[in-house]
């Protein structure tokens, strides 16, 4: 079952831009993550966030969590065109042996 | 080099036929994962496996098969009986559940 939600569906920004997407889901996590996928390619693992955490940081990446509203966002700070890709959020039940993945944010980045 | 190497990149089904999809990691990962992945949509969980002879169904196993012989392999089989099997696979894997996954690149396959 799909449980994470990405909005927006697509996000065109220019080089240089802050891109951010947010990820809401219906029940309680573990842990939710977020991946990039680059066309035609597998998935790429960016960041893991435990429920118990509110923020991570991870190079050009910053990653928020609010169990209280049950959303989760992705800032990418000084886009590059590299950044051209699908990303999706993950999340992982207390109970769960799976993840159950969003439908994803596609991001253009203009040079 | 660490990683997951899915074959072939691309793959013809004719009708009747059961096709296999190799997915195979030297990253000494417990967990393996197939999912399936159509235009647009997010990924959908067809099996998985947490260990050595152990798989578990997914959402979408029908018309689905795997084996979990050796640690390193997680084949998955598309049967005749998948009537919809137009897709791009990819196969998974973690150290436990717990953790992130790590993807190989896929398999398309298409109907002839």
């Known amino acids: 079952s799909q449980q994470g939600e990405e909005d927006p569906q697509a996000l065109s920004i220019q080089e240089g831009e802050n891109a951010t997407m947010n990820c809401s889901y219906k029940?309680?996590?573990?842990?939710l993550q977020w991946y990039r996928q680059n066309s035609g390619r597998g998935l790429v693992h960016l960041i893991l966030i435990r429920s118990n955490e509110r923020e991570k940081h991870s190079g050009r990446l910053r990653v928020t969590l609010d169990t209280s509203k049950k959303s989760s966002s992705l800032l990418i700070t000084a886009s590059r065109a590299a950044d051209t890709a699908s990303y999706f959020c993950a999340t992982r039940g207390p109970n769960d042996y799976k993840l159950s993945f969003g439908a994803g944010t596609t991001v253009t980045v203009r040079a | 080099d660490g990683g997951i190497t899915q074959s072939p990149k691309y793959l013809f089904r004719k009708e009747g036929q059961n096709v296999t999809l190799s997915c195979e990691q030297n990253l000494n990962h417990d967990a393996m994962y197939w999912y399936r992945q159509d235009p647009g949509q997010g990924l959908r969980l067809i099996y998985y496996?947490?260990?050595?002879?152990?798989?578990q169904k997914g959402d979408i196993a029908e018309g689905y098969s795997v084996s979990r012989e050796k640690k390193e392999s997680f084949p998955l089989t598309v049967t005749s009986a998948q009537k919809n099997p137009t897709a791009f696979y990819l196969c998974a894997s973690s150290m436990d559940h717990r953790g992130p996954q790590h993807f190989g690149d896929g398999t398309r396959l298409s109907i002839l």
């Open positions: 496996s947490q260990i050595v002879n152990d798989f």
């Open positions: 029940t309680s996590i573990n842990n």
